[in-house]
């Protein structure tokens, strides 16, 4: 059984919009951050947006600053990033990760601290 595992990813137009999702059944604390995270082939992987929990702060990548909207459903323990105006370098095998470490570690930058990841969903950006 999946502990993360994603959906949503597709083929779309550029300027077009998706919206991925992600269930997390790690056995977290309630206080915890998710997040989405992106690897281009021949590029390293990247943060594209995290979000800790009960409401609090968002962190984005520059390039997907005002596109991407990430949110949480923390019941349910799910994560969504909704992406808008894509473009084809948007293209990637986008993954959701999640840990409960201290919230301090809860930025784009911080891959290093999530231990638990899912499979990935591929996003493809056509022109």
């Known amino acids: 059984l999946a502990q993360v595992m994603e959906s949503g990813g597709g083929s779309v137009q550029a300027g077009g919009s998706l919206k991925l999702s992600c269930e997390v059944s790690?056995?977290?604390?309630?206080?915890?951050?998710m997040g989405w995270f992106r690897q281009a082939p021949g590029r390293e992987r990247e943060g594209v947006a995290t979000?800790?929990?009960?409401?609090?702060?968002?962190d984005y990548a520059d390039s997907v600053k005002g596109r991407f909207n990430i949110s949480r459903n923390d019941a349910e323990k799910t994560v969504y990033l909704q992406m808008n105006s894509l473009k084809p370098e948007d293209t990637a095998m986008y993954y959701c990760?999640?840990?409960?470490?201290?919230?301090?570690?809860?930025?784009?930058?911080?891959?290093?601290?999530?231990?638990?990841w899912g499979q990935g969903t591929q996003v493809t950006v056509s022109s």
């Open positions: 990760a999640a840990h409960d470490h201290d919230p301090v570690y809860c930025f784009t930058t911080d891959e290093r601290f999530f231990p638990y």
């Open positions: 790690v056995n977290l604390y309630t206080k915890n951050c």
């Open positions: 979000m800790y929990s009960d409401g609090g702060r968002a």
